[in-house]
């Protein structure tokens, strides 16, 4: 299974953080709003793997199992096949109780990283998700964000911030985006399909040629669109990684 999806474009999303974080939970909120013919995809995946859709494009995200402090080495050996979907995925989003006091709310947070570091996830993009803020008053939700620049506040039990979260994961995956115009001639229609589920929105103008669409690619699926690519479409590769 996590072969069949490192082969396909659509931008996985790890729910990682210690346990009692809210993980379970964030996983339904994101997903609850996904489409019928969205689970029908992905029915055979892992039952902890569920899809949603935002801004015209399709997210999978995988909840994992809770992260302790001062985890066994054999238990971490133990779970190597589940905290190996935390390694496959293109982004990790660390959930936080933010409602647990700061003091061990920092020892968790290590905690997690440590783990993810141990298995080799310590590179990833990470976002971090503060969790419960509706178990916060109005001057501890003010001091959660402070010169955190990668997190956002959530509750995943009323909803609040869930959308902005969903901008957040939109945007990390944004900036591994290519803009492309292609022309793809009608007799390869799937491929015109298959464009549709990993570029998301995209412009299509018919003309006698085929159908000319300007999308923006995932930079690792260019080659399998490349013989479409229409001449001096391409942008210049130079700064994208200075984008940040
Ligand atoms: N008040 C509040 N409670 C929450 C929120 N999110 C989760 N919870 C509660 O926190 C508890 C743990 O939530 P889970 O989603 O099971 O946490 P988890 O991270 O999946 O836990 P493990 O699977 O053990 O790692 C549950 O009782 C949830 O109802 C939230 O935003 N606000
Ligand atoms: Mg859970």
């Given at each position: 299974m996590r072969a069949q999806r490192a082969g396909s474009a659509i931008p996985s999303v790890a729910l990682a953080?210690?346990?009692?974080?809210?993980k379970s939970t964030l996983l339904n909120a994101l997903t609850d709003a996904a489409v019928g013919v969205g689970e029908r995809l992905f029915?055979?995946?892992?039952?902890?793997t569920r899809a949603y859709e935002h801004g015209g494009r399709r997210y999978l995200v995988t909840d994992t199992v809770g992260f302790i402090r001062k985890l066994p080495h054999q238990l971490v050996e133990a779970f190597k096949a589940t905290l190996e979907e935390t390694v496959q995925?293109?982004?990790?989003?660390?959930?936080?109780?933010?409602?647990?006091p700061e003091a061990g709310r920092v020892e968790s947070m290590a905690a997690v990283d440590s783990v993810l570091e141990e298995i080799g996830a310590g590179d990833k993009p990470r976002l971090v998700a503060y969790n419960?803020?509706?178990?916060?008053d109005a001057d501890q939700r003010r001091d959660?964000?402070?010169?955190?620049?990668?997190a956002v506040a959530i509750s995943a039990e009323t909803g609040e911030g869930i959308e902005g979260l969903r901008d957040r994961i939109e945007a990390a995956f944004a900036e591994t985006l290519r803009p492309v115009e292609l022309l793809v001639p009608y007799a390869e229609g799937s491929r015109l399909s298959e464009l549709h589920d990993v570029a998301g929105d995209l412009e299509r103008e018919d003309t006698p040629d085929g159908v000319l669409v300007k999308a923006r690619l995932p930079a690792g699926l260019m080659h399998r669109w490349e013989r479409f690519e229409v001449n001096g479409a391409r942008p210049a590769q130079s700064s994208d990684d200075d984008a940040a």
């Amino acid at each position: 299974m996590r072969a069949q999806r490192a082969g396909s474009a659509i931008p996985s999303v790890a729910l990682a953080g210690y346990t009692n974080a809210g993980k379970s939970t964030l996983l339904n909120a994101l997903t609850d709003a996904a489409v019928g013919v969205g689970e029908r995809l992905f029915h055979t995946l892992d039952p902890t793997t569920r899809a949603y859709e935002h801004g015209g494009r399709r997210y999978l995200v995988t909840d994992t199992v809770g992260f302790i402090r001062k985890l066994p080495h054999q238990l971490v050996e133990a779970f190597k096949a589940t905290l190996e979907e935390t390694v496959q995925a293109d982004l990790v989003v660390h959930v936080v109780d933010a409602s647990e006091p700061e003091a061990g709310r920092v020892e968790s947070m290590a905690a997690v990283d440590s783990v993810l570091e141990e298995i080799g996830a310590g590179d990833k993009p990470r976002l971090v998700a503060y969790n419960k803020i509706d178990l916060l008053d109005a001057d501890q939700r003010r001091d959660l964000l402070v010169g955190e620049a990668d997190a956002v506040a959530i509750s995943a039990e009323t909803g609040e911030g869930i959308e902005g979260l969903r901008d957040r994961i939109e945007a990390a995956f944004a900036e591994t985006l290519r803009p492309v115009e292609l022309l793809v001639p009608y007799a390869e229609g799937s491929r015109l399909s298959e464009l549709h589920d990993v570029a998301g929105d995209l412009e299509r103008e018919d003309t006698p040629d085929g159908v000319l669409v300007k999308a923006r690619l995932p930079a690792g699926l260019m080659h399998r669109w490349e013989r479409f690519e229409v001449n001096g479409a391409r942008p210049a590769q130079s700064s994208d990684d200075d984008a940040a």
